[in-house]
T-cell receptor, first 115, second 113 residues
Framework: GAVVSQHPSWVICKSGTSVKIECRSL??????MFWYRQFPKQSLMLMAT?????????EQGVEKDKFLINHASLTLSTLTVTSAHPEDSSFYIC???????????FGPGTRLTVL | AQSVTQLDSHVSVSEGTPVLLRCNYS??????LFWYVQHPNKGLQLLLK??????LVKGINGFEAEFKKSETSFHLTKPSAHMSDAAEYFC???????????FGSGTRLSIRP
């Protein structure tokens, strides 16, 4: 299957700082990428759909000014958590949609801990 | 609108016994259905997928699932559980273009020695 990478895999930051998470589609060009958040012992919740060259589409309840998404190229989408607070601590997972069979490929996730 | 319900939040079986993880879906059109596995602090791994071909789908690690339209179910099974199967399992439904997918709440599978 296609490979999707995320960087960093784990980040700890102080409250009030901003953190950028990168998601790369290594095997194919992805016009659409997705960002999910997973709290401990819970399922994945879709945060936003990232479209190359246009604004991201955010799910209800997700603050677009807090979770900035940039999809500047067909292989890279970034999620920036601005002014992070402890309640933003979570596992963030991205996925790329595409490939030969038009399916979703998930990245390994980024664990964010805000102190 | 689409939705997916995983009927059990936790399933515990003995090693070597069969596994059954239940999933029901709701979709206004022909859905694509997936099962993913997530080991602790790891990303998601695709076990198998149904995309309107054969109703009995075989996946990796001996898992399989059967799409039953009349029951709107897509239960995941394995004949004999292995200790390494202990993980969180997610049933997922999407539209035909897979442009948006909905995750179930997950089922934690525990394996007793």
């Amino acid at each position: 299957g296609a490979v999707v990478s995320q960087h960093p895999s784990w980040v700890i930051c102080k409250s009030g700082t901003s953190v950028k998470i990168e998601c790369r589609s290594l095997d194919f060009q992805a016009t659409t990428m997705f960002w999910y958040r997973q709290f401990p012992k819970q399922s994945l919740m879709l945060m936003a759909t990232s479209n190359e060259g246009s604004k991201a589409t955010y799910e209800q309840g997700v603050e677009k000014d807090k979770f900035l998404i940039n999809h500047a190229s067909l292989t890279l989408s970034t999620l920036t958590v601005t002014s992070a607070h402890p309640e933003d601590s979570s596992f963030y997972i991205c996925s790329s949609w595409g490939g030969v069979n038009n399916e979703q490929f998930f990245g390994p996730g980024t664990r964010l801990t805000v102190l | 609108a689409q939705s997916v319900t995983q009927l059990d939040s936790h399933v515990s079986v003995s090693e070597g016994t069969p596994v059954l993880l239940r999933c029901n879906y709701s979709s206004s059109y022909s859905p694509s259905l997936f099962w993913y596995v997530q080991h602790p602090n790891k990303g998601l791994q695709l076990l198998l997928k149904y995309t309107s071909a054969a109703t009995l789908v075989k996946g990796i690690n001996g898992f399989e699932a059967e799409f039953k339209k009349s029951e709107t179910s897509f239960h995941l099974t394995k004949p004999s559980a292995h200790m390494s199967d202990a993980a969180e399992y997610f049933c997922v439904v999407s539209d035909s273009s897979a442009s948006k997918i909905i995750f179930g709440s997950g089922t934690r599978l525990s394996i007793r020695p």
